[in-house]
């Protein structure tokens, strides 16, 4: 009978043992998961195109300012913390006046949230308009 304790003690151990091994492996394997999107900045008279890789809680936002920082251009952006929301002043130098404002499109539908709220799949192509 002791034996037999013995055997269902082991194995609950190591069947807890391999549950917690594969949840950890999913966790490592989501946070190191990497996204490929495409960021287009269009300036209406220009078009810069960038590929841009980001881990996998990427956003539209997170992705204009890597694609900033690996580029070297410049976003100005004010936070809203009442909305927990950023809103882009200018891309590049080219600042929002005269009516016109910096507005993204994700995969050619308009953006119904702020970027930082965005979030981004593998493949998605994000285009910033001046418009």
Avoid: C, H, R
């Amino acid at each position: 009978m002791k034996e037999k304790w013995v055997i269902a003690i082991t194995i609950a151990a190591i069947m807890a043992v391999a549950a917690a091994y594969s949840i950890g492996n999913v966790s490592l394997e989501s946070k190191s998961k990497k996204i490929n999107a495409l960021l287009i900045i269009n300036f209406g008279n220009e078009t810069w195109n960038f590929n841009v890789t980001l881990n996998n809680s990427a956003t539209v936002y997170s992705l204009l300012m890597k694609g900033a920082e690996e580029n070297n251009f410049t976003v100005s952006t004010t936070y809203y913390p009442q909305y927990q929301s950023y809103f882009i002043n200018s891309i590049a130098g080219v600042k929002n006046e005269n009516g016109k404002y910096w507005q993204y499109w994700i995969n050619g539908e308009y953006g119904e949230v702020s970027a930082n709220l965005q979030k981004l799949e593998n493949g998605d192509v994000v285009e910033w308009k001046f418009i």
